[in-house]
C-alpha cells in the first residue's frame, strides 16, 4: 500500500477544482482557488487581502448530535455539538458565510470560552492556544444560492462552496462548510 504524499493531495484539489470550472462552465481567478483549497487558515488569507476582517456569529447553540452531524463530526449520535453560524466581514461587506459543527467534548475549556463569547474566527482560536490541527478538504462545488445567502449577500448568484474537518490528536475536531459567490474574489 502506497503513501499519500502533500504533493498528491494538491493534485487531487487541483483535479477537483478543475473539474468544478468544467461543470460550472467557467473559470475561477487564482484567489477564488486558493480559498477553496487551501488547508490553512481562511482568516489569515483573508486579513492579507483585506486588512483584519472581523467575524460576525448570526447564530450559535448547543444541540445534541443528529444522524447529519454525528456522522460529519465522526462522534455518537446525542454527544453534544456546537453548532455555529457565522459571516466573516469588512467593514459591514460580508466575505465568507459558514457553518459548523464542532463537538465540545473535544474542545479545551479555553478553546470552548473563547468560542461561545466572542466573534472570534476559528483560525484566530486555534492559533491562540498554539492548536496543532491540520483541515482535510471532502468537497468543493458551485450550489444555487439559499434564500438565506440570497439575503445576506444581496444576490441571486450561484455560491462557491466547500467543506472540510479541522483534524487535532488524530480526531475531528470541527466539520465546517464555507460559502462565497461565484463573482466574489475575481479581482484580487
Keep these: 500500500m502506497s503513501k499519500t504524499t502533500d504533493n498528491d493531495v494538491n493534485v487531487r484539489l487541483i483535479e477537483k477544482i478543475n473539474q468544478v470550472e468544467e461543470n460550472y462552465g467557467k473559470k475561477f481567478s487564482n484567489t477564488q482557488k486558493i480559498l477553496m483549497t487551501t ?20 447564530d450559535q447553540h448547543f444541540e445534541k ?4 452531524s454525528a456522522g460529519l ?8 455539538v456546537n453548532s455555529r453560524e457565522i459571516i466573516m466581514h469588512k467593514d459591514d461587506y460580508p466575505l465568507i458565510y459558514a457553518v ?6 473535544r474542545l479545551t ?4 470560552d ?22 482535510e478538504i471532502h468537497n468543493i462545488q458551485v450550489e444555487k444560492a439559499s ?15 466547500r467543506d472540510y ?17 461565484v463573482d466574489y474574489f475575481t479581482e484580487i
Design 165 to 181: 474537518t479541522i483534524i487535532m490528536n488524530g480526531e475531528i475536531l470541527m466539520w465546517i462548510k464555507e460559502f462565497f459567490p
Design 65 to 68: 448530535a443528529t444522524e447529519e
Design 109 to 112: 475549556k479555553e478553546m470552548r
Design 39 to 58: 488547508d490553512g487558515s481562511i482568516t489569515a488569507i483573508l486579513d492579507v487581502l483585506y486588512g483584519k476582517i472581523d467575524l460576525k456569529t448570526l
Design 73 to 80: 463530526c465522526n462522534i455518537n449520535v446525542g454527544d453534544e
Design 147 to 161: 434564500d438565506k445567502l440570497k439575503e445576506l449577500y444581496n444576490t441571486e448568484e450561484d455560491f462557491l462552496t
Design 114 to 135: 473563547d468560542l461561545i463569547r466572542a466573534d472570534i474566527p476559528i483560525g484566530r482560536i486555534l492559533k491562540k492556544y498554539n492548536a496543532e490541527t491540520r483541515r
Design 100 to 105: 459548523s459543527y464542532i463537538p465540545l467534548k
